[in-house]
């Protein structure tokens, strides 16, 4: 054999053979585990639909219990969005039918 062949069959590092290898087993493990963490958080960050479930879910619960606490706060604001979205559709149809006539006439 080599000389680093037999070297490792007479020399020390031999003699602390099962202390390094048990050394290095649980470091590997370690390392498997810590991996294994970082592969599993990364899975959860690309997976769009599950998080897009779980925002919904999150928004819900909050809208849930802001009516819970004030149920007349949050009908009001309802209705004002609703009455915000109606008129600015209105405006922009009214804006579009203002602005059509002056296209055609160009």
Do not use: F, H
């Amino acid at each position: 054999m080599t000389a680093s062949g037999s070297s490792a069959q007479n020399g020390s590092p031999a003699q602390n053979g099962s202390g390094d290898v048990d050394a290095l087993r649980a470091e590997i493990d370690a390392t498997r585990a810590e991996l294994g963490r970082t592969v599993d958080e990364l899975s959860a960050r690309l997976d769009v639909p599950a998080r897009a479930r779980e925002r919904v879910a999150r928004t819900r619960d909050t809208a849930v219990e802001t009516y819970r606490e004030s149920p007349p706060v949050v009908i009001g604001a309802g209705v004002a969005l609703v009455g915000l979205v109606l008129g600015l559709m209105m405006w922009r149809r009214k804006r579009a039918a203002r602005v059509a006539p002056r296209r055609r006439k160009s």
